[in-house]
């Protein structure tokens, strides 16, 4: 992964981390002491997204006025920022919600799904021995044993039926 990427993947579990504390805080109230809101730390991340994010912009601008090309959705977002005179940090803040949009509708599909495990011990116990048999306890399972787990993807699916 070049540099650019590794930042964004570290931005992305930063913004993650703070989130987390943050929604913990204020849905249980005894963590509060546990979790102290850290606003140099939201400022710090939020300085380091947009510094990321501008030079991205930046870039993109630059190869659009080399070749006129439009292939990516940054692009496309500069095209917007042109035609509509959006501001630079309408543009960031689209930039991300588009990037991480994704990630919380998967986080809430996977809370979901275990809370259903948990109020059915009988099917979780399914899904571990399948799990067991095609990862094993070695390492962690990727992206290419999905296919050869066809419980879990029933209980994904029926996740996703459960709670859409």
Not at 86 to 97: P, R
Not at 127 to 142: L, S, W, Y
């Amino acid at each position: 992964m070049d540099p650019q990427g590794v930042e964004f993947k570290e931005i992305v579990a930063t913004g993650l981390k703070l989130g987390a504390s943050l929604t913990m805080a204020e849905h249980i109230p005894y963590l509060r002491g546990m979790f102290p809101l850290e606003e140099g730390a939201f400022a710090k991340h939020g300085a380091r997204r947009d510094n990321v994010t501008k030079a991205i912009m930046e870039e993109h601008t630059l190869a659009r006025q080399k070749s006129g090309a439009k292939q990516h959705f940054v692009d496309a977002l500069l095209t917007l920022q042109e035609k509509y005179d959006l501001s630079e940090d309408t543009i960031i803040g689209l930039l991300w919600d588009m990037s991480t949009a994704g990630m919380d509708t998967t986080a809430i599909t996977v809370e979901w799904a275990m809370a259903e495990l948990v109020r059915n011990p009988r099917i979780q116990q399914k899904a571990q021995e399948e799990i067991e048999r095609v990862v094993g306890r070695d390492r962690v399972m990727n992206e290419t044993d999905f296919p050869h787990l066809p419980y879990l993807q029933c209980i994904t699916k029926e996740a996703l039926r459960l709670h859409p």
